[in-house]
């Protein structure tokens, strides 16, 4: 159970904020950059900053932990799509675009997110729940091949994620790959070192 003090409007403004601009410039420059250039995009002094967040760990922690419940709320708001497939599809851009927050974090970091009783691993293992169901209904719709587990597709989302990290340079690739995982999703399962039946059209 969550235990902290409600924060006054003025305050939480300012943690939204921070958390808002610390998320756009770990993209763009990394984990490691500038905290007093986040505290001033955001509006606020340093020890603004510091006040919420004692040290870059802490922001890191609460920005991923924040990306993670938006992500998991996200899943649920698509789980009465019409369209299981296309929830799925949107779903997974979102979450390929947030995976570029995630990498690159300190081990003092991911730590935490292996450790049971942290709330971040309680975060992630909520969203991936609520992204498991929603491959589950498409599964169930007969649109997605019954042998793809969750953990499997989440790798595949975040490979395409760090793949486009590393050539930033086509703004169509992370679309032209997604849709690739979603084709592949739908095909049969032919067996290890077996090739899929061609699609024949007459």
Known sequence: MDTRRPMRADARRNYDHLLVQAGE????HGVDASLEDIARAAGVGIGTLYRHF???DALLLALTEERFDRSRASAEALLDAADPVAALTSWLRRFIANSATYRGLPESVTSV???PDSSLYATCHAMQDAGGR?????????????DVSARDVFLMAAAIGWANSQ????PERIERLLSLLIDGLSRPYAGPGLPERAHIVS
């Open 54 to 56: 004692p040290n870059r």
């Open 113 to 115: 997110l292996t450790n």
């Open 167 to 170: 050539v930033p340079d086509d």
């Open 25 to 28: 410039a770990f993209q763009a």
């Open 134 to 146: 929603l491959l589950a209904r498409a599964q169930q719709a007969g649109a997605v091949r019954p």
